[in-house]
């Protein structure tokens, strides 16, 4: 039975759970509101209050995130001090936690952020973006966990819980509209008893896009939004020992295409603007050649979890935890940023991973334990197509006709005319093509131990460690005919190699042990001070592609070697009267430092740049001076980059982290006041601040965003007793521009392409919860 076959067979049992009558009507529930200072959440795979876990942490209810009327992971990052994450498309999500970036697409590549969706690593990137509807809560876990997390959180971790079933009967739905014609529609369906639950939630977006593109041969504009989540959950629970969870999800996006402006090729409407109207072409041979007729981006991405927990005694419980994720991705876009037939990619990303993780864990009030194994394997590839006219790619590139510009300041593309002025009017095009792919099949087996020690009840003492054993086999194909006008060239793009109907192959194995070490001291019932040292790893890379060598493709094998960091850290958390909050300073040291560098043939590598270090300090505060009314602000520095006085690596010597500004900071307040008569109101305006960032290392100015402050705002009115609610919503209030990324796959071209963020949104939703 295939996996699309088993989640329509859970979506249909689920369904029929959640349809049943229920044994008990479950009461609506309120809303959790802002600062609830018990927070439990299991970043130690144990429940424990936030403020227990010797570790910087920043947890957020769902519905917290509904309050700020957040809708996405990226916009959810501005109000976590030290996360960012750059949502270039569903395709291609930069996850930054503390400076430290990951979001390369190869299959060759192992991540440094890890995700996880129900205790399952999602991280390979293309398969990784995932809807934020119906969660329990969001983790945001900060420094090396490879103990908890596992080898891929070699700077954090971001965890992500779904709600459970529950017994009884309960359902919500909510409907929203709003600008650039954009609607929503959620909601859950929960049915059940105390043995057996279901729940069904789903969410469906739509929206414009909101940039405009003029070209007459792309039906869509930019940056259109068609998104569809559906999860269907199962649990089981036959007795107060054992509980199984079946959860099974389902995400699809059919969205326009990435907004790629290039300010250096002139439009119609004048220079180059990426606030403006773009005029992105694409390729005429776009269905032929690269796998789909229109610029955007087709995806699903089907997951299935188990996850069983068993109470073997009194203090003893053994939980496995077991996914599978398979992704298909096939992304259009225009590189070259303007109506030219230049520089036109596709991206197919396929994959598929499994893991099966079981661990003992033993409680009891002087010590606190854990052992366990894990098994994670994947396999991948990202098969990049190339299409092209051969006169516009070189005069464009090359200006081979003095005076012939690429396009004219009318945004007229003056470089069709090259074929014919070449070939003396015996041609007028000559399409161009090639395509190259990289592959990869991981496999990493892991164990680990945990055990914290409570001498007194004031202290306790953790230590842990992963024994990690991985293999990493990569595979590397490329067709790259020769050009028709350029013969003597081996491709159009430089450095591009056939591997003559071959697919070079290269595998290596690796080990490694990972610890950690935390104290945690209760300086009273609500105040405790913390401090850890750990230990993160960024996989090696068996970087292949192809090279000449005698007139011969050969295998060109770079292994980059693994990124080590130690991650040294203090805090202090937990309440004081009205206010609660946290406090953190750490202090970051890498060796082997990993960059990601986009060379002249468009193609992102990695290579070691050295060492690098980060110091950075993490604030976050609530103050609730009464039941109906909470203030809240987040404040997050870092000083990192990579080291001045670099002899290995000069060109990136002194360089900042990209994607990662110095200052971030984010503030407002909650209203959520009684009425009278079943009626409430609630409110939460917020402003969100972030310092100059840049897009890539080493640092250009040109290629950089300035400083963003944003305001956002919800609010709106409840009534019947919490049951039905209103709400208006506005982001980016004051419409400011600012650019998303910049540089991207133009930038190794010479003609770096920029994309616009978003522009203020506003509209309104009705909820209503049953």
Sequence with gaps: MTLRHSFACLLLASTSLAAQPALAQASVQEPTRAGDDDLVVTAQKIEQRVSDVPITISALTGARIAELGVGDLDELSSYVPGLNVQEQSANNPGIVIRGITSDSGSAQ????VTLYYNGVDISRSRGSYQAIYDLERVEVIKGPQATLFGTASAVGAISLTSARPKSGFSAALTGGYGNFESTLLSGFVNGGNDTIAGRVAFEWKTRDGYVENLSPRQRRDLYAQDQLGIRSSLRWTPSDALTVDLIGTYDRQDNGGTPFVSRALPTEDGPGNPFGRANLGGSPLSAQVLGAPQLGLKREVYDANLTVAYDLSPGLTFTTVNGYREFDSLEIF?????????????ELATGWQASHEGRFSYADPRWRAAFGWNVFVERGKQNVPFSSEEGTFLQCAARVIPGLPCIDAAGAVQAARATALLTGGRLSQVPYSSVFENQGRNDSYSVFADATYIPVPALELTAGARLLIEQRRSGFFARVPRPLLNPTATSLIPGQVDTGGQTFEAVRSFAAVLPRFNALYRLNDDVNVFATVSKGRRSPVVQLNAALAGGRAVPNLQLVPEEKVWNYEA?????????????????????????????????????????????????????????????????????????????????????????????????????????GRGMRLFATPSITYRSRIFFEVPNNPAIAQGPVTLVNARAGVGFGDGRYEVAGFIRNAFDRDYLLDAGNTGGGFGIPTYIPAEPRFYGVQLSARY
């Design 109 to 112: 590549q192992g991540p440094r």
């Design 334 to 346: 225009d590189a070259d940023g303007s109506a030219a037939w230049y520089l036109e990619f596709g």
């Design 571 to 675: 805090g202090l958390k937990g309440r004081l009267g009205i206010a609660s909050g946290s406090l953190g300073v750490y202090y970051q040291k890498y060796d082997g430092f990993q960059v990601s560098v986009v060379g002249t043939d468009g193609v992102a590598r990695t290579q070691s740049a050295g060492t690098a270090s980060n110091l950075g300090v993490e604030a976050e505060l609530n103050v609730r001076p009464t039941r109906w009314l909470s203030v809240f602000g987040n404040v997050g520095y870092i000083d990192g980059g990579i080291d001045r006085g670099n002899n290995f690596a000069p060109a990136f010597a002194g360089a900042r982290f990209r994607l990662q500004p110095e200052w971030q900071a984010a503030g407002g307040l909650t209203i959520d006041a009684p009425l």
